[in-house]
């Protein structure tokens, strides 16, 4: 009975039921039809015995040879024959009718035993007499008259099973039409009557049980959703504050990561970047004071870099200042954000000397709250926030307060980064300005300090011409020394944009020049490369300087020529026509020699290649920067 309530199966079942209904009926009256069919041809055949009886009289009359007589006969036995074993390819059958059966086996007996014989002797002279043919075919038309009467009768039940066919589709029709309005059409209206409620606003409406199963469910996940939409709608004021409220918050939260980024993100120093810091946590985290402490682990020590509203004993308390000495420091051991709380009892902390127990509650202070301060494992700080009374925080502010903290350490350690990195470049700058009083300098000075005791020698001894040459060696050495330390002063003054390395270059070539009057040209074959970066550059001018400074000290050259190529790799080549010199000895003495040294220093800051070649009569210093270190600035 319970899968009879389902709609599906009832409409499968009636389907069914209609569908073989329907083919019973259709195949019978096919039955039907088949046997008046096979019934006409036996009619037909019947008849057609007659017209053979009266020719074979007619040929028994003319005297015809037998043979043909028999052809005849032959003929007429095959269609009784045919009559009687019934033909389905035709098709032909009698009606399985007694009546119709006993006239067909009289008939066959009178043929046989009557008729047929009289016609077989024909040839004999005998003769069939006119009352035996008449009752023969009287015979035969009795036997097609049964035959008539039977079909009539199938015809009447054709009639009949056609009609209760017709009837069987129109009330099947009417039922199914019925039967689709109770089932389907009736419930589909009961819950658009349902939708049309739930549109004007009445959420609680209730859809009653239907009476197919399908229905039900839906009637009741109708039912479930008019529920929830009802209870949905009467919270849904409520909702849209909570909602209202909450993109509030995450709005305060992605704003005050921006700008405390876009603060942060401006020069400054570490306890100035931790003076904002802190006014961004006191003011999310609503505390009273607040203090941010920078750990020093070799000292085991926490340094205090901002505070506000502290009191002065804990901004100079030695217990704050150590590691492990008071609750907050003792925070730096777990690297996580936790509670402090002081109660009427102290606090089981048996890491922590008694003596510093209540020294912030003293000052009034009842909850603490410690947030680490952690760049990638590193321990950078605490930051401590004092409230006067028990303060919950909650989740988004506490992940807003460690997201801040996160980002903090990532400022002190770049602060601190970018600390290490100019004083690394200060000492590299000394290491240069070091190497760039280099030994033609000090052999300036040591030929000054030896014609100095030349000097004295003369003037003791009374030598006047002696002394006056040693004179003129000093002011020349001098001049020499001005004009190296002038040139050096020159070099490291000397800045670089990112668009004016060309004429950088131009310049100190023309500088040379005017110096030392010698020929000098700088050409430019190539320029389809990348731009250099900005200490590429610097250090392409410093080498081009230093080796302009070589050739005016020790080339006595007349010529020289600058070659730049910014092709795929950058190419620089500076040539002179002067004495030369032995490469390979001097490859030797280059530990000796601090200008080649500075060169190749320069050139590896870049990872760039320095070539020397040298002969007399020239010499070429080739420095080559590969595409592969090279990139878009």
């Known amino acids: 009975m319970s899968r009879f309530n389902s709609l599906t199966f009832r409409l499968k079942f009636f389907t069914l039921l209609w569908i073989a209904v329907s083919v019973a009926s259709i195949v019978f009256t096919l039955y039907l039809s088949l046997w008046l069919e096979g019934n006409a041809a036996a009619i037909n055949d019947l008849g ?36 009687r074993r019934g033909d389905p390819q035709r098709p032909l059958s009698l009606p399985d009718n007694p009546q119709v059966l006993a006239r067909m086996a009289a008939l066959e007996n009178q043929w046989q035993n009557e008729i047929k014989p009289v ?47 017709l009837a069987l589709v129109l009330v099947s029709s009417a039922v199914m039409i019925w039967l689709t309005r109770i089932w ?24 009653q049980a239907a009476g197919s199963s399908e229905f039900a ?34 709005n305060f939260i992605l704003s005050t990561l921006y700008s405390f980024s876009s603060v942060l993100g401006k020069p400054q120093t570490a306890s100035e970047a931790a003076e904002v810091f802190l006014q961004q946590l006191m003011k999310i985290a609503d505390a009273d004071a607040g203090s941010v402490r ?23 308390s030695e217990a704050c200042s150590k590691i492990g000495d008071c609750f ?37 202070f009842a909850d603490l709250r410690v947030l680490p301060i952690r760049y990638k494992d590193q321990d950078i700080g605490i930051a401590t926030l004092y409230y006067h009374h028990t303060r919950e925080l909650g ?21 601190r980064l970018g600390e290490e990195s100019r004083q690394l470049a200060v000492l590299q700058e000394r290491n240069l300005i070091a190497q760039g009083l280099h030994d033609s300098i000090a052999q300036t000075l040591a030929f000054l300090n030896l014609q100095v005791q030349m000097l004295e020698s003369a003037l003791a001894s009374g030598s006047s011409e002696l002394a006056g040459e040693n004179l003129q060696s000093i002011k020349s050495g001098v001049q020499e020394c001005y004009d190296d330390v002038r040139e050096l002063l020159l070099n490291f003054r000397t800045k670089i944009g990112r668009r004016d390395f060309a004429e950088a270059a131009d ?68 040539t002179d026509n002067g004495v030369g010199f032995d490469a390979e000895q001097l490859e030797n003495l280059s530990g000796n020699h601090v200008g080649l040294n500075i060169m190749r220093e320069r050139a590896g800051r870049i990872r760039a290649q320095l070539t020397l070649q040298s002969q007399p009569g020239q010499t070429r210093i080739t420095l080559t920067l590969p595409a592969r270190e090279r990139h878009p600035a």
């Open 507 to 574: 310049e100190v070539v023309a500088r040379f020049r005017r110096q030392t009057g010698t020929e000098a040209h700088i050409v430019w074959t190539q320029d389809q490369g990348l731009p250099l970066s900005s200490d590429q550059q610097l250090q392409c001018i410093f080498i081009l300087q230093e080796s302009l400074s070589n050739i005016r000290k020790h080339a006595r050259a007349s010529r020289v020529d600058v070659e730049i190529a910014n092709g795929s790799d950058f190419v620089m080549s500076i």
């Open 48 to 83: 057609s015995l007659r017209f053979q009886s009266y020719r074979l009289a007619l040929l028994a009359e003319e005297k015809t040879p037998q043979a043909q007589i028999d052809e005849r006969i032959r003929r007429f036995d095959e269609v009784l024959a045919a009559i």
């Open 184 to 207: 389907i059409i009736a419930p589909l209206q009961e819950l658009l009557r349902g939708v049309q409620a739930v549109r004007d606003g009445d959420f609680g409406v209730q859809m």
């Open 294 to 316: 920078l750990t020093d682990m070799e000292r085991q020590r926490m340094d205090l870099a901002a505070q506000i509203s502290l009191p002065k004993s804990l901004q100079h």
């Open 217 to 250: 469910e839906v009637n009741s996940g109708f039912n479930q959703m008019s529920t929830r939409l009802g209870q949905l709608y009467s919270g849904l004021e409520q909702q849209v504050a909570e909602k209202t409220q909450d993109l509030e918050r995450k």
């Open 328 to 364: 907050c420091g003792a925070a730096v051991r777990n690297n996580e954000a936790h509670t402090i709380r002081f109660y009427a009892s102290r606090p089981e902390m048996p890491d922590i000397d008694p003596q510093y127990d209540y020294e912030c509650r003293r000052h009034g």
């Open 119 to 165: 016609f077989q002797a024909a040839s004999s002279g005998r003769k069939i007499g006119s009352a035996q043919l008449d009752g023969f075919l009287h015979t035969v038309d009795g036997t097609v008259a049964a035959v008539e009467r039977t079909s009539a009768a199938y015809i009447t039940w054709l009639r009949v099973f056609q009609s209760a066919l």
């Open 395 to 415: 989740g988004t502010v506490g992940e807003l307060l460690e997201l801040l903290c996160s980002q903090f350490g990532v400022v002190v350690t770049n602060t």
